[in-house]
């Protein structure tokens, strides 16, 4: 199996700040990469699809990059819907999601 | 617009099964495989298989076999999980999605999820 491990496992960030999240794969796995926002008692939101691509409708402060095994998605400038827990996935072989990373307001 | 509604709520015994749908509405149906994901309170979302439903075809983690089956019935547009021999560690909510085979395998469209209790 594909083992995904983000970091942080959470971050304490301001309104207006820039937020990095890492996400590595245990292999390559090309650009099979996925992320996604979750809400406390909400299903989660597809943001980026293969890697780079903004799923129609998420606002264009979030973008994602890498290829391989390391991968980041970045909060150009966070704003206060969203804070959240974001988890990456792959989708390269069946799907495995990473542990998540817990957005909190400082 | 497209949607996937989900059944209600269940409440189960140790040793029972549960059997959860997922209805999907607004797409061509068997255009596209549907995901069963869950996730237990506090924890991380957990992939549990998949189903073609253009031809029924399934796939399920390793953690599951032998215990999930999941099944379609095309003129309902419905897709149905259902997980056996419950123990108290399937407590959770467990939720269907749509894959997007044009965008990277994806999750693009999840159901509102279904709360799956374990207790005696």
């Known amino acids: 199996d594909i083992q995904m491990t983000q970091s942080p496992s959470s971050l304490s960030a301001s309104v207006g700040d820039r937020v990095t999240i890492t996400c590595r794969a245990s292999?390559?796995?090309?650009?099979?990469l996925n992320w996604y926002q979750q809400k406390p008692g909400k299903a989660p939101k597809l943001l980026i699809y293969?890697?780079?691509s903004l799923q129609s409708g998420v606002p264009s402060r979030f973008s994602g990059s890498g290829s391989g095994t390391d991968f980041t998605l970045t909060i150009s400038s966070l704003q206060p819907d969203d804070f959240a827990t974001y988890y990456c996935q792959q989708s390269y072989i069946t799907r495995t999601f990473g542990q998540g990373t817990k957005v909190e307001n400082k | 617009q497209v949607q996937l509604v989900q059944s209600g709520a269940e409440v189960k015994n140790p040793g029972a099964s549960v059997k959860v749908s997922c209805k999907a509405s607004g797409y061509t149906f068997t255009t596209n495989a549907i995901h069963w994901v869950r996730q237990a309170p506090g924890q991380r979302l957990e992939w549990m298989g998949w189903i073609n439903a253009g031809n029924g075809n399934t796939k399920y983690s390793q953690k599951f076999q032998g215990r999930i089956t999941n099944t379609r019935d095309t003129s309902a547009t419905t897709v149905y999980m259902e997980l056996s021999s419950l123990r108290s560690e399937d407590t959770a909510m467990y939720y269907c999605?749509?894959?997007?085979?044009?965008?990277?395998?994806?999750?693009?469209?999840w159901g509102q999820g279904t709360t799956v209790t374990v207790s005696s």
């Open positions: 292999q390559s796995i090309s650009s099979y």
């Open positions: 293969a890697a780079s």
């Open positions: 999605a749509r894959d997007n085979g044009a965008a990277a395998g994806s999750m693009d469209v």
